[in-house]
């Protein structure tokens, strides 16, 4: 549910549930009896929500970079491949690296994304007819062997960054943090108000966890709000393959 909405009916959300229920505080606290916040055990759950949403977002990161070195690899251990094979294979490969760009611009679960994901599985496949190829022309080569290798690996890295895109934090994890901010802050004005002091702190402890929570939502949205994955290691790999080939085509015997 969370993660469909745009960062601005996020913000619009939490303000309205978290103030609502602070300023409901307040209203009752002038005109009810004294009750206990456990404002320790909400800001646990907060930490443990925001811990989930980290950990994911450094696996999204993560995920990133290892597809980038792989594919890397995989484009520089084309060039050691007979031709015609070696010209054709380092195409498919900057067209595969342009997938993988794609894939970090789209929203998880998305038409766009699922268009960039079968696109790289369609030139997954043509990556390794060509490989069976060159295995079957050179089936005692050292380069083919290694080639083959490290496109097997590229290949599986894609399900593992799917996995990590769609790898997101429990939507009852992030309803509960709501729910107890808003009803901890409600509980902490209603307490203020009986006492008569001012209200002012609460408030501004509403707009401090309001933030909190903004960022764990955002850090669990990796090509939306303010927190992204970034695709550098990506957009870098497809600049440097503007460049000629740095080994030339091996000469047949």
């Known amino acids: 549910m969370f993660f469909r909405l745009t960062s601005l009916e996020l913000v619009l959300i939490l303000v309205a549930v978290v103030f609502g229920a602070t300023c409901l505080g307040i209203f009752l606290g002038r005109y009810g009896v004294l009750q206990s916040a456990l404002l320790g055990l909400v800001a646990l759950v907060l930490a443990f929500g925001l811990a989930l949403a980290v950990g994911r977002y450094e696996s999204r990161r993560a995920a990133v970079v290892d597809d980038a070195n792989d594919i890397g690899t995989t484009y520089l251990r084309a060039q050691t491949l007979p031709e015609p094979i070696r010209t054709r294979s380092l195409r498919l490969l900057v067209?595969?690296?342009?997938?993988?760009?794609?894939?970090?611009?789209?929203?998880?679960?998305?038409?766009?994304?699922r268009q960039a994901v079968a696109d790289g599985q369609k030139l997954?496949?043509?990556?390794?007819?060509?490989?069976?190829?060159?295995?079957?022309?050179?089936?005692?080569?050292?380069?083919?062997?290694?080639?083959?290798?490290?496109?097997?690996?590229?290949?599986?890295?894609?399900?593992?960054?799917?996995?990590?895109?769609?790898?997101r934090v429990p939507g009852p994890v992030?309803?509960?943090?709501?729910?107890?901010?808003?009803v901890a802050l409600g509980l902490l004005g209603f307490y203020l108000a009986i006492l008569g002091r001012g209200v002012l702190p609460v408030l501004f402890a509403a707009a401090l966890i309001c933030l909190l929570l903004l960022v764990?939502?955002?850090?669990?949205?990796?090509?939306?709000?303010?927190?992204?994955v970034p695709a550098t290691p990506l957009t870098s790999l497809r600049a440097s393959m503007e460049l000629p080939p740095a080994a030339a085509a091996p000469s047949r015997p």
């Open 216 to 228: 764990t939502f955002d850090l669990d949205r990796p090509t939306r709000g303010l927190i992204r």
């Open 174 to 182: 992030l309803a509960v943090e709501v729910i107890f901010a808003a």
């Open 95 to 113: 067209r595969y690296t342009d997938t993988s760009i794609r894939l970090s611009q789209s929203v998880p679960t998305t038409s766009k994304a």
């Open 124 to 167: 997954q496949r043509q990556l390794w007819g060509l490989a069976g190829q060159a295995l079957a022309e050179a089936p005692v080569a050292s380069a083919p062997r290694l080639y083959v290798e490290t496109l097997n690996t590229m290949i599986d890295q894609q399900t593992v960054r799917i996995a990590a895109l769609n790898n």
